[in-house]
Nanobody, 127 residues
């Protein structure tokens, strides 16, 4: 079993940047797609970005495309989310998740495809 652990959240002004990290304890991420989701107060948890284990497939929500970049370092068993041009509407708890099924070549936007979730890290963007 794998346990993702997020770090890197914080408070930043609009237009600023943050980099979130997600490290794995337990089994390796290798072979399993990874994703970032976020949940703002009173809202559903929503997809942000996903990457396949191979790194070839990457998907982004329309709301973050061009501003956020997902990447992975398999040697460090860590996934990153670089967030630039942050906006107040990006304020949320950000969750890292790993897929349940071994599939190195694909990524997924679907929340139900992810079986292991981190505890989340708070990102707050002030205007």
């Amino acid at each position: 079993q794998v346990q993702p652990v997020e770090s890197g959240g914080g408070l930043v002004q609009a237009g600023g940047s943050l980099r979130l990290s997600c490290a794995a304890s337990g089994r390796t991420f290798s072979g399993y797609g990874m994703g970032w989701f976020r949940q703002a107060p009173g809202k559903e948890r929503e997809f942000v970005a996903a990457i396949s284990s191979s790194g070839i497939a990457r998907y982004y929500a329309d709301s973050v495309k061009g501003r956020f970049t997902i990447s992975a370092d398999n040697a460090k068993n860590t996934v990153y989310l670089q967030m630039n041009g942050l906006k107040p509407e990006d304020t949320a708890v950000y969750y890292c998740a790993t897929r349940s099924t071994y599939d190195p070549g694909t990524a997924s936007r679907v929340r139900g495809d992810y079986g292991y979730w981190g505890q989340g890290t708070q990102v707050t963007v002030s205007s």
